[in-house]
């Protein structure tokens, strides 16, 4: 069964500290990894997708990276304004059209 | 460009009503995504729709419907409302059905059951 999974679930950090999510995977076949931001009471906001492993992509403080089994993304130098849940989700081969989100890793920046 | 609009915003029901949510897409988008989200996890998968057909469906009950208008929008309907309904539902769009394409979600519908 495949099977997205968080860490960790929440992460306090002081503004300029940088630090890590993690986003492990077991998937019959990973046709995408994708990455989004959501803060409360809204939608999910699209942040990257990752195809292959060894890809990397950044944007701002934000830089994802992917290896066979697992995601990172990496938040740099964060401001209280990068608070939010972050949700990683798979998109595979046996299940066009759905994405399988794991339960998010939420992230508050304190000034 | 207008992103994914969700109507209403906020919906109380009680329990054995039945409730509509709607959806209309990115312009240009033609496959949209329904999923569920409960406080405190991950989205869940509902529905997919490309072309006005239903092209994927997850782990819900049949009390659980959706289609998509020739336009591209769609509707949710769930009947029979139960407690464990209450949600954020969420419609997600993207431009065609094919592998690894980005949904881009839309605000939600925040269902409320008594």
């Known amino acids: 069964e495949d099977q997205v999974t968080q860490s960790p679930e929440a992460l306090r950090l002081q503004e300029g500290e940088s630090s890590s999510l993690n986003c492990s995977y077991t998937v019959s076949g990973l046709r995408g990894l994708f990455w989004y931001r959501q803060d409360p009471g809204k939608g999910p906001e699209f942040l990257f997708t990752l195809y292959s492993a060894g890809e990397e992509k950044e944007k701002e403080r934000l830089k994802a990276t992917l290896?066979?089994?697992?995601?990172?993304?990496h938040i740099t130098a964060p401001k209280p304004e990068d608070s939010a849940t972050y949700l990683c989700a798979a998109d595979t081969t046996d299940s066009w059209g759905k994405l399988q989100f794991g339960a998010g890793t939420q992230v508050v920046v304190t000034p | 460009d207008a992103g994914v609009t969700q109507s209403p915003t906020h919906l109380i029901k009680t329990r054995g009503q039945h409730v509509t949510l709607r959806c209309s897409p990115i312009s240009g988008h033609k496959s949209v995504s329904w999923y569920q989200q409960v406080l405190g996890q991950g989205p869940q998968f509902i529905f997919q729709y490309y072309e006005k057909e239903e092209r994927g469906r997850g782990n819900f009950p049949d009390r659980f419907s959706a289609r998509q208008f020739p336009n591209y929008s769609s509707e949710l309907n769930v009947n029979a409302l139960l407690l464990g309904d209450?949600?954020?539902?969420?419609?997600?769009?993207?431009?065609?059905?094919?592998?690894?394409?980005?949904?881009y979600f839309g605000p939600g519908t925040r269902l409320l059951v008594l």
Request: hydrophobic share 30%; glycine share 12%; aromatic share 12%.
């Open chain 2, 86 to 103: 209450s949600a954020l539902y969420l419609c997600a769009s993207s431009f065609g059905r094919g592998g690894a394409e980005t949904q």
């Open chain 1, 67 to 73: 290896t066979k089994k697992e995601s990172f993304l």
